[in-house]
């Protein structure tokens, strides 16, 4: 375990990062779901890949109701992976203006009461 463990009040587990280095992108790919990205993150978005902001919001994201949602790309029946999740570097292509869904990975409410599912999918959780 590293010396840069996480951990986070309320959670009954902590993160180690070093373990995505021998993870193959699990938190990125798997079953669909929204990836929220709140309208004032897109100008820095956009930027970071060097485009305006209408041409990032029609490449990338998927309008759910009244919010954006970063688009999937399916690979098999019931497995998508983010669009911006690089196989071939096993990371995000834009990883340091990634949205905060993304950020606070795995310190989501819903892992409170369901650390079992976490644990399966994410080799980093440890006891807190």
Do not use: H
């Amino acid at each position: 375990m590293s010396d840069r463990v996480i951990s986070k009040s309320g959670f009954d587990y902590s993160f180690d990062p070093e373990a995505c280095r021998e993870c193959t992108g699990n938190c990125c790919t798997g079953e669909s779901g929204y990836i929220w990205v709140a309208v004032q993150k897109i100008p820095e978005m956009a930027a970071y890949l060097g485009i305006d902001n209408s041409e990032f919001i029609k490449k990338f994201l998927k309008k759910e109701g009244y919010r954006y949602s970063i688009k999937e790309i399916q690979r098999a029946e019931g497995e998508y992976d983010c669009i911006f999740f690089d196989r071939t570097i096993l990371g995000c292509m834009i990883y340091p203006v990634r949205p905060l869904q993304c950020r606070t990975f795995p310190f989501w409410d819903y892992f409170k009461d369901n650390e079992e599912e976490l644990r399966n999918e994410c080799p980093g959780i440890c006891r807190a």
